[in-house]
């Protein structure tokens, strides 16, 4: 099925721990990004990729590392997990240069306990 | 940096009633896109109605239209004959032709029977 695929859809972490949040889409986009949104407030934007090899940061990058090296797939890495980090983390595509319509996945809730 | 303002956390209309939610918000450029995006409880993002900078008519979808007012960087959401299916989160959204999208911090539309 075509879109964006995020995987997993829940998880709670300890303190200190690590983990990877998944994220891949079958539509050959070149842009990729990943955002986080806290309760009751908006989306930011923490990573985002241009293609495959090439990734930078956002508004919010401390804490997390990514990785494109594939243009179907952009994991986003947490070392060391914080309470801070609890929050729903969303990925998007989209194709080309311009400002299309962005393709989300449907988030992964994480809570840092 | 670029910021959004919604100065409305909540919202409540009557259903068939029409409502008005305001986003203002700075940017030194001139080229760039506006978004109103609609998050349910789902949490899916979902993108109500875009607005480029250079166009001088408002855009607008169905039921829902845009009042954009570039000098005083105003982009209200209007939504006609409300329906109980609209009430969710709603989020301005700024970008530039990179598509990184600055959020607003939302406002939450209840729609009364």
């Known amino acids: 099925n075509a879109g964006v695929t995020q995987t997993p859809k829940f998880r709670i972490l300890k303190i200190g721990q690590s983990m990877t949040l998944q994220c891949a889409q079958d539509?050959?986009?070149?842009?990729m990004y990943w955002y986080r949104q806290d309760p009751g407030m908006g989306l930011k934007l923490i990573y985002y990729?241009?293609?495959?090899?090439?990734?930078d940061k956002g508004e919010v990058p401390n804490g997390y590392n990514v990785s494109r090296s594939t243009t179907e797939d952009f994991p986003l890495r947490l070392e060391l997990a914080a309470p801070s980090q609890t929050s729903v983390y969303f990925c998007?595509?989209?194709?080309?240069?311009?400002?299309?319509?962005?393709?989300f996945g449907s988030g992964t809730q994480l809570s840092v306990l | 940096a670029q910021t959004v303002t919604q100065s409305q956390p909540e919202m409540s209309v009557q259903e068939a009633e029409t409502v008005t939610l305001s986003c203002t918000y700075d940017?030194?450029?001139?080229?760039?896109?506006l978004f109103w995006y609609k998050q349910p409880p789902s949490r899916q993002m979902i993108l109500v109605i875009r607005?480029?900078?250079?166009?001088?008519q408002n855009a607008t979808e169905n039921r829902f239209s845009v009042n954009f007012q570039k000098a005083a960087k105003s982009f209200s959401l209007k939504i006609s004959d409300s329906q109980l299916g609209d009430a969710a989160m709603y989020f301005c959204a700024y970008a530039e032709r990179d598509s990184r999208l600055t959020f607003g911090e939302g406002t939450q539309l209840t729609v009364n029977p």
């Open positions: 940017t030194s450029e001139s080229d760039y896109y």
């Open positions: 607005q480029e900078a250079y166009k001088q």
């Open positions: 539509m050959n986009h070149n842009y």
């Open positions: 998007a595509s989209k194709s080309g240069t311009g400002v299309e319509k962005l393709l």
């Open positions: 990729s241009v293609g495959a090899g090439i990734t």
